[in-house]
């Protein structure tokens, strides 16, 4: 968990959505231990040489031109178009937000089975029903699913 004393950025048009995934980043401890533009935005806004995330703003918007404007975007769409563009400058950073799992594919009528890792970035889970909790959201993830053999 990251100690560190939260810092407000400026909001420069509708780019709330921005600063909030540039905050999120900002509490994970591998941004502050790894070299990186994140690392080097944090440096300038604690030293006040920058009021808002412009830097890493204009990363994003020199490879991506629909984040060319001052409109408010998805954040984590942004978010992960940040770590496409750091993955190239900035690789044990972008690492240190992956996971990885394995994926195992049973063929019942043939009796095949065909097992590989995926690497992840992010992971997108169904809301449990009231009364339900994170982990079972989680848990989701490894449900069994039957889908239609080509043997």
Not at 68 to 86: F, I, K, P, S
Not at 91 to 108: A, H
Not at 122 to 149: H, I, T, W
Request: glycine share 6%; net charge negative; charged share 25%.
């Amino acid at each position: 968990m990251c100690d560190r004393e939260p810092i407000g950025f400026a909001n420069e048009g509708n780019t709330c959505f921005l600063n909030s995934a540039v905050q999120s980043l900002l509490s994970c401890d591998a941004c502050h231990d790894i070299a990186s533009p994140v690392r080097d935005t944090h440096a300038e806004i604690v030293a006040r040489r920058a009021r808002a995330p412009t830097a890493l703003r204009s990363i994003v918007a020199g490879s991506f031109p629909r984040f060319r404007n001052l409109r408010q975007h998805d954040a984590h769409e942004w978010l992960l178009t940040l770590m496409d563009c750091l993955e190239k400058t900035s690789p044990d950073l972008v690492k240190s937000f992956q996971g990885k799992w394995t994926v195992l594919v049973r063929f019942p009528e043939c009796g095949h089975t065909n097992e590989h890792s995926e690497t992840f970035q992010s992971l997108s889970l169904s809301l449990p029903q009231a009364g339900g909790d994170m982990n079972e959201a989680l848990m989701g993830l490894k449900r069994e699913e039957e889908v239609q053999s080509t043997c």
